[in-house]
């Protein structure tokens, strides 16, 4: 067997992605998908952590929550349960495959889910067992993003593996501009001062200051996550350097 360039992961994928091609909800064809992409990691060996958005269901503070008058903390809220149902819907999908799993969230709901304590994290990662993350760090005006960056660390991940639906780092959009750059390295100060869109900037000013890489790359290309785990050259590494 191959071996894993890294022992522990922070695996953040977004809601969005979930959706499939659709605007809205769960692509059960795309979860079970994603479910045997991380299946690939775990057989590796690797401990592998999560960390899930919910924009597929509800973005917090944003566009839908303005037009129906809802203040900032009441929106946020509504994101982070949204994040509680797609996580529910990613440990189905990896126990049906076999894959012994946990859901941890940030706010209490013990009929559904285990609440976030570290230590029993840890352990359950020591165990082999998949650790699901939702509710975000459990506060408002902090995204996901943040969340994985905190989580990680608390769990002293080897790096955050940043999933998205595009190949790496661009300096534009690249579906909409097609002379968009493709960085393959960057430091967490370019990041922040090209203001380019890769994770939040205290998610990001938290990993420069704890020296946590990240790797930005396409999850929905079969195999990907693996060779990520396999240490290859695959989207954009962030570093120091």
Known sequence: MSESHYKRILLKVSGEALAGGDQCGIDPAIINFVSDEIISVVNLGVEVAIVIGGGNIFRGFGSSSKGLGIERSSADYMGMLATVINALALQASLEDKGIISRVQTAIAMQQVAEPYIRRRALRHLEKKRVVIFAA??????????????LRAMEIHADVILKATRIDGVYSDDPLLNKGAIKFNKLSYIDVLNKNLKVMDSTSISMCMDNMLPIVVFNLLIPGNLLKVAMGEAIGTIITNH
């Open 136 to 149: 975000g760090t459990g506060n408002p005006y902090f995204t996901t993003d943040t969340a994985a960056s």
